[in-house]
């Protein structure tokens, strides 16, 4: 890795929410650009160059015309980090995937559904190889911060791989079993800090499941509390939808 | 195919020009910069640079959510939504949960009220910041980003982006996080910020007050940099006899009579058009504008005391024409947003924040219609639930997308100023034009891939 990489930005379909946490590290953006070289952002910069080292990569791969980009981007860049939910697992884009393609054109468009291109939504990794993932939907601003350093150094950032159960547990939340509530943390993977369950909402498992989650368990967890398996599969689709097994 | 079609349209421009003007150019800028989601720009030259013909496309990648949500359980409408747009997500968090109360016939508290406004206000100063700051500021200084003013204007920026910390510390107090919150919830909150956190939100955002006026002082010293172009078209907003109205309000309109939000299609008139064929809207013109200008248009007299200081200072006066203005009436607004949320501060300091239980759900099968002006502009959420609180149908009107014809309008009204100027300086009106009305195109749900592949190159030169 050269001494200040040359760094860039790039989105696919998605709400731009990633690169807009990036923005938001504020102050701390102004660190971070101090020691690499950002030659592509469109959300907050004109020029742009293709010659870069680093490649952030935030949204799903949703058009067959999609993948000569994302080749393109893999050619060029010597390190591709998907950035968030949808170019990591996918994440909510893959909700059209359980809709006939007609009926969701249809419904949208309607009869100038015909117009658009698309297919099945799915993350980077189904397209080309992908080095390093930053889960999350939206990012986290410390993880980020956090990863870019360790790139830096000439390291690839991993993730947590125990489930959101392990961080929530330190964050002292009541389980939100125990109140009712169907939640996803028994199956997700950690780095977030249990974040939605601290501010009183369920896990919805943005980070995709964690390595080696038991879903047989998790099925028994959901069943003893009486959850019936249509509300599991709400919950399941929401973000996992990428996800063969589910 | 998508090359087959661009070829088409040089071919079209080539029989629309006069016999003895040769060798016409098409001027494309590619996925316009510094905007949410993607754009271009298609501008068609003749020999001597006088603008044949200027149009705004959109190309970002179609993503039907409303279809998405379609047979999804109420709890998780406002959490999908909210992935529409990663600026605008509390406003269409918001929204939904309007629509999704209306159809359950369900009322929330007076410091749920308070609260959501607050979110608005959070979500106004953050997303106005960004834009105002990050993305037209370089245009005026003559940079191409953000970071390079890290040398050149130092102490400015450090001024906005102290700015915009202070936004994102309201936005995290109030609904947890600063990009898809946590806390908003149909019939209340999940979480109440504690008062002592209130208390230090008040005094940064006193702080925050004399930080934007050093924002409003740059910018009426870069007056002179706008264009001077006025157009008047349809100004449409939501509007309230008592306050300047963001969370409700009926939608009201310049040129138009006031309707309830319900009524919301009667005004939107969403067409189809041969030529771009994403979808567009009008009312009693060809286009209207929705956004920061149209509120101020609309409700300037309601703005708070120094919000209607800031504007006498930036030379803003209803009515406004010209809509490179939309980032003053934005920076207006900033100040209005900082003030306001101070007075709803005090007052639910001064009440005590209660730990309320959400109000209680009963599902039932109807139709709900949610209406919030978001920073840009007019958005309206509208839902069928099924009698198991299943989503029927949803409909989603972006303000984006009920500028895109009046960005065309706009467009066509500019040619003349822009014939003879050199390429460079019309992509550059071009873009500021366009990145006035801070487009939100991945909210845009309902636009069409025109022009296909993104090209290398920023602009395009085709001589033919």
Redesign the interface.
């Known amino acids: 890795m050269p001494n200040k990489p040359k760094v860039a930005f790039f989105d696919f379909a998605g709400c731009e929410g990633d690169q807009l946490q990036v923005a938001n590290l504020e102050e701390r953006l102004l660190d971070i650009v101090s020691h690499i070289e950002v030659v592509r952002f469109r959300e907050i910069k004109t020029l742009k160059q293709d010659n870069y080292d680093i490649a952030f990569v935030e949204g799903s791969i949703t058009r067959p015309e999609d993948e000569p980009r994302i080749r393109e981007i893999r050619k060029n860049a010597k390190i591709l980090v998907a950035l968030g939910a949808c170019a990591t697992i996918g994440g909510i884009n893959c909700l059209k995937n359980f809709i006939n393609e007609s009926e969701y054109k249809s419904t949208v468009y309607g009869d100038f559904g015909r117009w658009y291109s698309t297919y099945a939504a799915r993350p980077l990794s189904a397209v080309v190889k992908v080095d390093m993932d930053i889960h999350g939907c939206p990012i986290d601003r410390n993880e980020f911060s956090r990863a870019v350093k360790e790139l830096l150094l000439g390291k690839i950032y991993s993730p947590p791989d125990y489930p959101v159960c392990v961080e929530c547990k330190m964050a002292g939340n009541i389980c939100r079993y125990e109140q009712g509530r169907l939640c996803l943390g028994i199956i997700t993977r950690a780095g977030c800090g249990a974040c939605c369950v601290t501010e009183g909402s369920v896990c919805w498992g943005c980070r995709g499941l964690a390595p080696e989650a038991n879903m047989d368990a998790a099925g028994q967890i959901m069943d003893e509390h009486g959850f019936s398996w249509l509300e599991a599969q709400d919950h399941l689709r929401l973000y996992f939808g990428y996800n063969g097994k589910l | 195919m ?1 090359k087959a079609k661009s070829q088409k349209k040089i071919k079209n421009s080539k029989k629309n020009l006069q016999p003895d003007t040769a060798g016409p150019r098409v001027l494309e800028v590619k ?1 316009l ?5 993607h754009g271009n720009i298609v501008v068609e030259l003749d020999s001597k640079n006088h603008v044949q013909d200027c149009k705004w496309h959109v190309v ?9 949500v ?1 047979g ?2 109420y709890e ?1 409408i406002h ?2 939504v909210s ?5 605008c ?1 509390i406003g269409h968090q918001l929204c939904s949960i309007q629509a999704t109360e209306d159809a359950f016939g369900l009322n929330v508290s007076e410091q749920t009220l308070d609260l959501r406004k607050l979110a608005l206000h959070a979500e106004n100063l953050q997303s106005h910041l ?1 834009h105002i700051g ?2 037209v500021l ?1 245009d005026l200084l003559g940079v ?4 390079p003013l ?1 040398e050149t204007h130092r102490d400015e920026l450090v001024n906005l ?1 102290a700015c ?2 202070i936004s ?1 510390e309201f936005s995290r107090i109030i609904c ?8 908003l ?1 149909p019939g209340g ?3 109440f910020p504690t008062s002592q956190e209130l208390v230090e939100l008040k005094s940064k955002l006193e702080q925050s007050l004399d930080r934007i006026a050093g924002i409003v002082d740059l910018f009426a010293a870069l007056s002179d940099k706008w264009p001077d172009f006025k157009r008047p078209t349809e100004y449409v907003a939501l509007v309230s006899p008592t306050e300047y109205a963001l969370y409700s309000g009926e939608i009201g309109s310049s040129k138009d009579i006031i309707r309830p939000a319900m009524l919301y299609q009667q005004v939107t008139n969403e067409y ?1 058009v041969p030529q771009s ?1 994403a979808k567009w809207t009008r009312n009693t013109g060809d286009s209207y504008m929705v956004g920061a200008l149209a509120r101020f248009n609309l409700n300037h007299r309601l703005l708070s005391p120094r919000a209607q200081k800031a504007a006498q200072k930036l030379g803003l006066k209803a009515p406004e024409y010209n809509p490179y203005l939309n980032t003053i009436a934005q920076l207006v607004e900033c100040v209005h947003s900082a003030e306001d949320s101070l007075e709803i501060i005090s007052r639910l300091l001064d009440q005590g924040i209660k730990e309320e239980k959400p109000a209680r759900i009963r599902v039932k099968a109807g139709k709900g219609v949610g209406a919030v002006e978001v920073p840009r502009g007019l958005l309206i959420h509208s839902y069928e639930y099924s009698d198991q609180g299943r989503i029927i ?1 949803a409909d989603c009107v972006i303000p984006t997308n009920q500028n895109h014809s009046n960005i065309q309008m706009d467009m066509n009204a500019i040619k003349p100023m822009l014939s003879g100027l050199d390429p460079e300086a019309i992509e550059l009106k071009l873009s500021m034009l366009v990145r006035g009305y801070d487009p939100c195109i ?1 909210c845009s ?2 636009l ?2 025109v022009t ?3 090209k ?1 190159s ?1 602009v395009k030169f085709i001589r033919v």
Not at chain 2, 144 to 147: H, Y
Not at chain 2, 176 to 183: A, L, S
């Open positions: 998508e996925h910069t510094r905007v949410e989601g970002e990648a179609p993503r039907f959510f409303e279809a998405m379609q999804r359980p998780d959490h999908i992935r529409i747009c990663g600026i997500s960004l990050y993305l370089p191409d980003s953000v970071f890290a982006v915009r910390r994102n947890g996080r600063t990009t898809h919150p946590q806390r919830i909150m999940e979480i189809c064929t149908s991945s749900t309902h069409i891939d296909g592949e993104p290398e920023l």
